[in-house]
C-alpha cells in the first residue's frame, strides 16, 4: 500500500515538472475574449504587489496548510487552473472540498470510489450532476481527477439545498448547533463588514433583489462559508486542504478565511482568486481581497453588461422567489 502511495505521489510530481516544462507553462487558453489584455495570464502577489511567476506561486502553496482557489463558474480556463494547481501540491493533501458537492452527499462519493475506485468520470453521473445547476461535470472532472492522483479525499461543502430553504426562512440559529458555535455564526460581523457584503450582494444580483429578503440572502453566504470552513479545518489532519468554490467565498475579509481565523488559528491560509480581467483593472495596483490573482481571459466579451443580458431572469427576485441558480442565493 505504501509503495502505491509513493508511486502515485512521484507520478504527480513528475506531471507537475512536465506541465511546467511544457504546455503549462504557456497560455493555451481555451476563452478567447481579452487575451490580449495586459494583465491576462498574469499572476499578482497582492500583498506585494508585484507580479509573480508559477513556480513562485506553487511555493506558496507548498508553504500553506489551507488553499483556497476561487473560480468564476463555467470559465474552462479557471478549471484547467484549478486541476493544475491541485496537481502541484508539494505536501500530503487530505481532501479537497469541492463547493459544488453538497455534505449529504458525502456517502454517495465514498460508495462511488469503493465500488469503482479513481472513477473521476462516473462520479458526476453519481452525484446526478446534471440535474444540480452547476456547469457540467466535464469541467470539474479534471479537477477531481487531480484530488485523486495526489491521494486526496473528495469532500462535499455545501449546505443542502433544504438547509439552505429553512436557513431563509429562519436564519443560523436552524443550522446545526455544533457547527454555529465552532464557526460564531450567531454573532454579528462588524457592521461595516456586514454592511459591504450587503451591498455585494445587492451590486452581484443587479438591485433587483428585494430589500427585505438581502439580509437573507447575507445569512446563506455566511453559512456556506462558515461550513467549506469547517470542512476544511476538520480534513486537514498533518497534511493540506484545499478548497474549490467560487471566487466570492475565498476573498479574505467575509469569506471561508473569515471562518477560519476561528476554527485553525495555527493554520497558515492562502487564498487564490482566478480572475477574468476587464476594463477597470489593466495593471498594478490590484486591490482585491485575496493573496494572489492570476487573471485570465473572460467567457463574454469586455464591456458585456450581464444585468442587461439576464435582466429577465433577475427581475424575478422581485416576487421574492429564490434566485438565479437550483443551488440557492450566493455571490458564487
Request: hydrophobic share 45%.
Amino acid at each position: 500500500m505504501w509503495r502505491a502511495r509513493l508511486a502515485r505521489k512521484h507520478l504527480a510530481a513528475l506531471a507537475a515538472v512536465v506541465c511546467l516544462a511544457s504546455a503549462c507553462q504557456g497560455n493555451a487558453w481555451q476563452h478567447s475574449h481579452g487575451t490580449d489584455h495586459p494583465l491576462a495570464g498574469s499572476i499578482v502577489d497582492v500583498g506585494a504587489q508585484a507580479e509573480i511567476q508559477k513556480t513562485d506561486l506553487f511555493a506558496a502553496l507548498r508553504a500553506a496548510d489551507i488553499v483556497l482557489i476561487g473560480e468564476s463558474h463555467g470559465n474552462r480556463d479557471h478549471h484547467r487552473i484549478q486541476a493544475e494547481l491541485v496537481r502541484a501540491m508539494g505536501e500530503p493533501v487530505n481532501g479537497v472540498v469541492f463547493e459544488m458537492i453538497d455534505t449529504d452527499q458525502q456517502a454517495t462519493v465514498v460508495l462511488h470510489f469503493g465500488d469503482r475506485p479513481g472513477d473521476t468520470p462516473g462520479l458526476g453521473a453519481a452525484l446526478d450532476w446534471a440535474e444540480s445547476g452547476w456547469p457540467e461535470w466535464a469541467l470539474y472532472e479534471p479537477i477531481a481527477a487531480a484530488a485523486i492522483a495526489v491521494d486526496a479525499e473528495i469532500v462535499g461543502g455545501n449546505l443542502p439545498r433544504a438547509e439552505v430553504d429553512v436557513l431563509m426562512a429562519e436564519g443560523v440559529a436552524a443550522l446545526d448547533p455544533g457547527l454555529v458555535a465552532r464557526t460564531g455564526l450567531a454573532e454579528p460581523l462588524d457592521p461595516d463588514l456586514e454592511g459591504r457584503l450587503v451591498a455585494t450582494i445587492d451590486e452581484e444580483h443587479c438591485g433587483f433583489a428585494p430589500d427585505d429578503l438581502l439580509p437573507a440572502m447575507a445569512d446563506v453566504q455566511r453559512g456556506r462559508d462558515a461550513l467549506m470552513a469547517d470542512r476544511l479545518a476538520a480534513i486537514r489532519g498533518r497534511g493540506q486542504s484545499v478548497l474549490i468554490a467560487g471566487g466570492e467565498h475565498v476573498r479574505r475579509d467575509w469569506g471561508v478565511p473569515y471562518y477560519l481565523q476561528r476554527l485553525a488559528p495555527e493554520a497558515r491560509v492562502v487564498s487564490i482568486a482566478l480572475r477574468e480581467v476587464d476594463e477597470r483593472q489593466t495593471g498594478l495596483p490590484v486591490t482585491l481581497p485575496f493573496d494572489f490573482v492570476w487573471f485570465t481571459p473572460r467567457r463574454q466579451p469586455l464591456g458585456f453588461d450581464p444585468c442587461e443580458a439576464y435582466r429577465q431572469q433577475l427581475q424575478r427576485l422581485d416576487a421574492a422567489l429564490p434566485p438565479l441558480t437550483a443551488n440557492g442565493p450566493s455571490l458564487g
